[in-house]
Every structure is written in structure tokens, then in C-alpha cells.
């Protein structure tokens, strides 16, 4: 198990810190950190991680110098370790609830979702697979491949990539109209209930879809092996579940599910404040973080949110929002 402390930061304050890196600006806070966390780093006591939306937020910077710059900066500190995609790990979290309940192994998180290289970036490792070809020609194409996932890497941070406003817009219209039935509730705590009970109904659908994926492989395993299955479900989920208070109790047995519910919810239930194109990115950038590391250093909105909904106590996760904060922790 990786002993260090592991920090991820959001891209405001890599912008910062790229700034006096470079020499670009005089920020003596900046200055500060980034030679705390240089000197941590060297003493073997931090590790750094990174994720795809600093590649997508590194790669719409316009100028090819200041993406050159920031990208450099990042995989250098980071050693290149990146967190993987969020989407990638539900089922995981899924299945080491039920491995949790019959007393076996569990996948260790942090170990699980946090690795080096391109493969964690993307979520996935690009493998050619192909019947037309000689095994032994794939794999010296794949050697091959392997060997520039670096250089693939690098090219997703350098590359410029537009903004895609249309797709944001979009989702941002999909939020919007998700809440209006927030609007017509007349309080706070009748929009906490609801949210609740449609967590509960998607959180049951994943469960019910993952047991339905094993299902699938009926035909591989034996009948008792399948009632195994469904004696296991039938045990592990508490009886009693009609009451929203143990709903939310058994929410939070799964980080990353109750992670993206709590952030998304309480923005939601904030009736004055319009949904913003960058929520979206914002709030999955920091559901493995704080579900399954140590420090985030993040947008004061969505940490204030994250503090609000006791994410940090819940997970033990360390929240800033501010550098100075962040400098005296370290």
C-alpha cells in the first residue's frame, strides 16, 4: 500500500503555479508551495496525480507555448500518475461492497485507481486485435504501441483542442431541466427527500445491472453457482431500506456513486445560481479524489459544496480551496 500523501490539484492552481515556474509572474504564495511541494516530492513523501480533464483543460489553451509549459510542469511533478475515469471504477465499487459483505478481499482504491502512464489517463490500454494478421506481427505492433503511449500522452496535452460550447450548452440545458421540479418544491427539505429517493431507484438500477452482466454468464456457470449469486444479493442489501435515513446510509457505502450525488444535488438545490458550462467537468474531476485520496485542492464553489455535504469527513479527504491553506498543511 502506497504510504504517501496523495494530492491532487485542479487546473486554477496549476495555472498558478505554472506561472512561477516559469518565471511569468512574481506570486511569493505560489513560490512557496510549489517549492514545498518540489522538496516533498524529493523526500519521497507525496505523490502528485493528475487526471484526463487536465489533459482536455492543458489542450484548449490557445497559445502552444503556455500548453507546452503547463504540461511540461504537470508531468514532470506528477511523475506522470494519473487518476482513471471515474466511469471506469463504478462497477469496481460495486463489486467490492458484496466482497466486503462476504468477509473477502477487497480491492484496495487507491491502488486500483491510480497508475502511470497513458493507459490510466485514458482508461484503458489501445490494443490492435485482428484475425487477418499473424500473432506474431500484433505483437510487435502492440511492443510498438506500448512504446509511444508516452509520446501519446504528451500529444493529448500539446495538441490545441477547441472548446466544444454546443456540447456544454447542451448539457448544461440537460441539468437545468433535471431540477425544475426543484423549483416547484417549497422547501429545502422536501428537495433533499426527493433527491434521495431518485439516488436510491439509479443506485439499485447499477446494482441490479452489474448482478444482470454475471447473469449473462449463465451458460458458463453452474446453477449453484447462480443461486449463490442471488442468495449473496438477497443478503448483503439491508432489509430495510423504505426509509430515506437508511437509504442515505447505504448511498454512502459506495464513494464515488455518493460522491457525484452529494456534489451534483446540493448545486442543484442552489435555486439562485445558474448551472455553469464547467460544473460538469468540475464535478467529475473530483469524484476519485475525494471518494479515494488525500488532498484536493479545488474551486472554492465545489469545495464549499464538498464540506457542506461532509465529503471530507466521510472519506477522510483533506479540502482547500485556498493556496494559503493548502501551504500550511504542507
Known amino acids: 500500500m502506497d504510504a504517501k500523501l496523495i494530492i491532487y490539484l485542479d487546473q486554477n492552481h496549476w495555472n498558478r503555479l505554472e506561472k512561477v515556474y516559469y518565471e511569468k509572474r512574481n506570486d511569493s504564495l505560489a513560490q512557496k508551495v510549489l517549492d514545498k511541494l518540489i522538496e516533498l516530492k524529493s523526500q519521497n513523501k507525496i505523490k502528485i496525480v493528475l487526471d484526463l480533464q487536465r489533459a482536455i483543460e492543458t489542450a484548449q489553451r490557445k497559445y502552444k507555448e503556455s500548453r507546452k509549459d503547463l504540461s511540461n510542469l504537470m ?65 510487435t505492433i502492440n511492443e510498438k504501441l506500448r512504446e509511444l503511449y508516452p509520446k501519446l500522452m504528451k500529444i493529448q496535452f500539446e495538441r490545441y483542442k477547441k472548446k466544444d460550447i454546443q456540447n456544454q450548452n447542451e448539457q448544461v440545458k440537460r441539468a437545468e431541466n433535471a431540477r425544475k421540479i426543484l423549483f416547484k418544491m417549497d422547501s429545502d427539505k422536501k428537495r433533499k427527500e426527493y433527491q434521495i429517493e431518485q439516488d436510491f431507484i439509479v443506485l439499485m438500477r447499477k446494482i441490479v445491472k452489474y448482478f444482470k452482466s454475471i447473469d449473462d454468464l449463465r451458460a458458463e456457470i453452474t446453477d449453484l453457482e447462480a443461486l449463490k449469486i442471488e442468495m449473496l444479493i438477497k443478503k448483503s442489501i439491508p432489509k430495510d431500506l423504505k426509509n430515506n435515513k437508511d437509504r442515505l446510509k447505504f448511498m454512502r457505502e459506495f464513494p464515488l456513486f455518493y460522491t457525484h450525488s452529494a456534489l451534483v444535488n446540493a448545486r442543484d438545490r442552489n435555486l439562485d445560481r445558474k448551472i455553469a458550462s464547467n460544473d460538469l467537468i468540475d464535478i467529475v474531476s473530483y469524484l476519485v479524489p475525494i471518494a479515494y485520496l488525500d488532498v484536493v485542492v479545488g474551486e472554492n464553489y465545489f469545495i464549499t459544496l464538498a464540506k457542506q455535504e461532509k465529503l471530507d469527513k466521510l472519506y477522510g479527504c483533506k479540502l482547500f480551496s485556498k493556496m494559503d491553506d493548502f501551504y500550511a498543511f504542507l
Open 75 to 139: 508531468l514532470s511533478l506528477s511523475d506522470e500518475h494519473f487518476t482513471i475515469p471515474w466511469v471506469y471504477l463504478q462497477s469496481f465499487e460495486i463489486e467490492n461492497y458484496f466482497l466486503q459483505k462476504q468477509g473477502k478481499y477487497k480491492y484496495n482504491f487507491r491502488e486500483l485507481s491510480i497508475g502511470k502512464g497513458f493507459s490510466y489517463m485514458m482508461g484503458e490500454t489501445p490494443e490492435i486485435v485482428s484475425d487477418s494478421t499473424s500473432k506474431k506481427n500484433l505483437s
